[in-house]
């Protein structure tokens, strides 16, 4: 009976402690899945922007985005752990339209930055920040000639 408890225990804890580790998104509708842009800020040329159906990187939805002269900006702001270690994911796909841009900006420095993507198939972007307790994570896009398409964007990190 003692070691069926003890055993019993051990698996509750490991249990609890896989719990403990796994990642947390920081981002709300991060893949588009509500069909629209809830929990996202958008700011700037927002004139051809919205969120479609069918051939997503991971799911239903995903946007679409063809701000010309000047970028779309999508954003969200959230709390994390300062100090923390945090992943920033996203996805691209272009049709190759000149000039264009996307950018992905954590508290309004850019890490990652694609000018004139070519012609290519859903693209995965990502990079690492640390947290500093309130953060902000915004996209800006701009497609002069055609349309980007974003999707399945999340920031995680493993709990210690």
């Not at 580790?21 to 629209?36: I, Q, S």
């Not at 796909?93 to 954590?106: H, L, P, Q, T």
């Not at 920040?129 to 915004?138: E, I, K, L, Y």
């Amino acid at each position: 009976m003692k070691l069926a408890l003890a055993l019993a225990a051990t698996i509750s804890a490991a249990a609890l402690a896989a719990g403990a580790n796994a990642a947390t998104d920081r981002l709300a509708n991060g893949g588009f899945e509500t069909g629209d842009f809830t929990g996202w800020t958008e700011t700037g040329n927002t004139d051809y922007s919205g969120v479609v159906s069918g051939g997503a990187q991971e799911g239903d939805f995903y946007a679409v985005e063809g701000a010309v002269g000047s970028n779309d900006v999508l954003s969200q702001s959230f709390r994390d752990v300062a100090g923390r270690v945090y992943t920033v994911s996203g996805w691209i796909a272009s049709d190759g339209g000149v000039a264009s841009e996307f950018a992905m900006v954590i508290d309004g420095a850019t890490q990652v930055l694609v000018e004139n993507a070519p012609a290519q198939d859903w693209t995965h972007y990502t990079f690492d920040f640390v947290g500093s307790g309130h953060d902000t994570f915004a996209v800006g896009t701009r497609d002069d000639q055609g349309l980007l398409s974003i999707d399945h964007f999340s920031i995680t990190s493993s709990v210690p």
